[in-house]
């Protein structure tokens, strides 16, 4: 059996960088607050359009770098959370400490923190119900 990994190198790229992951939610208020409070993300832009309104978030003080955005159209249709994506993921310094600090700001229990190799680990879900995972390494 061959491995379906092919091993040609690849054409490179012209310059992709990870910028942003975007949530589209059906109560953008109550989600804004949980990710500020839970997960200590503040707004750095909004984005208002016709229709619609973007709330650009990232760690406080920065500019750059990855964001969630959370998207809401403003005619109030109902949101989904569906199955075909996997978990947001942060590195934290302690996993047990973001774990119940998350769930006292609003996040579902999901799988608490658990140890697998060199890493701890837990799940929990937003108010909407997606997945977040909180890893740290071990050292």
């Known amino acids: 059996m061959t491995d379906s990994v092919s091993t040609t190198p690849l ?7 990870f910028g942003f992951q975007k949530f589209v939610v059906g109560d953008l208020a109550p989600l804004r607050a949980f990710y500020e409070k839970a ?5 750095g832009q909004t984005i ?16 750059t770098g990855f964001s969630l955005i959370l998207f809401h159209y403003k ?3 109902k949101i989904t959370v ?3 994506h996997g978990p947001m993921g942060f590195f934290v ?3 047990d400490a973001a774990y119940a600090h998350a769930l006292a700001n609003g996040a579902k229990a999901d799988r608490p923190p658990y140890d697998t190799g060199n890493m701890r680990v837990a799940f929990v879900r937003d108010p909407e119900g997606r997945e977040i995972e909180m890893i740290s390494m071990k050292r």
Do not use: H, I, Q
């Open 39 to 43: 997960l200590g993300l503040a707004v």
């Open 93 to 95: 310094r302690d996993v």
């Open 82 to 84: 569906g199955d075909g």
């Open 11 to 17: 054409a490179t790229a012209p310059s992709f960088n």
């Open 75 to 77: 005619d109030g249709r």
């Open 48 to 63: 208002e359009g016709e229709g619609f309104t973007e709330l650009v978030m990232r760690k406080p003080g920065a500019d």
